[in-house]
């Protein structure tokens, strides 16, 4: 059984298109994250949630918009795709007390 | 703002050879986690080290958290072909907010057989 899984794997689209990724966990963690990694394989963290609530809003454009439906979802929503979107995103989730980690296997975003 | 140092950011070096990863900052920590990730799959974590001068053992990797918990090495003995990956360490913030994960900018490991 996948234990953190995302959808698509790829996604190639035009700038100025409005795309979603979705994540779920079988982990029965509370806890879930956003991350982006860029070309040179910095992660940084985006958004996370814990039990649906919105817990970290990094500095990300307000273009970005992350929904959690229940505790074992966390979707992003990005607006009017640029350019400097395209990278990888990866969905991860944890217990909130010990924030060990566990990555889904990401989505390769591209922007033309 | 806290910022991990990972150093070096590439390594090549020939199978059985040892090596070392470090992973420096200036701030103080709660806990440490190592991650590897491989070529187009998500990271994966190896270890957690939480309390300062902690030292772990899985296999062949040994990981240290200084004294101070402001830095942590990674040292593999006899690497195989098998370790090849990016090393990410993620320093989790000291202000009890365990979940909140700073990472350095990895290490690029290659095993050449």
């Known amino acids: 059984d996948t234990a953190v899984s995302q959808t698509p794997k790829y996604l190639v689209t035009q700038m100025g298109n409005d795309k979603s990724i979705k994540c779920e966990q079988n982990?029965?963690?509370?806890?879930m994250y956003w991350y982006k990694q860029d070309s040179k394989k910095f992660l940084k963290i985006m958004f996370s949630?814990?039990?649906?609530?919105?817990?970290i809003n990094e500095t990300v454009p307000n273009r970005f918009s992350p929904k959690s439906p229940d505790k074992a979802h966390l979707n992003l929503h990005i607006n009017s795709l640029e350019l400097g979107d395209s990278a990888v995103y990866f969905c991860?989730?944890?217990?909130?007390?010990?924030?060990?980690?566990?990555f889904g296997p990401g989505t390769r975003l591209t922007v033309l | 703002t806290q910022l991990l140092e990972q150093s070096p950011q590439f390594l090549s070096i020939q199978e059985g050879e040892n090596l070392t990863v470090y992973c420096n900052s200036s701030?103080?920590?709660?806990?440490l986690q190592w991650y590897r990730q491989e070529p187009g799959e998500g990271p994966v974590l190896l270890v957690t080290?939480?309390?300062?001068?902690e030292v772990k053992k899985l296999k062949r990797l040994t990981f240290q958290f200084g004294d101070a918990r402001k830095d942590s090495s990674l040292h593999i003995t006899a690497a195989q072909t098998g370790d090849t990956g990016l090393y990410l360490c993620?320093?989790?913030?000291?202000?009890?907010?365990?979940?909140?994960?700073?990472f350095g900018k990895g290490t690029l490991l290659t095993v050449n057989p």
């Open positions: 701030s103080v920590f709660s806990s």
């Open positions: 991860a989730s944890s217990l909130m007390r010990t924030g060990e980690q566990f």
């Open positions: 080290v939480v309390t300062g001068g």
């Open positions: 949630y814990n039990n649906k609530e919105l817990i």
């Open positions: 982990l029965g963690h509370d806890t």
């Open positions: 993620a320093g989790a913030d000291s202000g009890g907010s365990n979940y909140k994960l700073t």
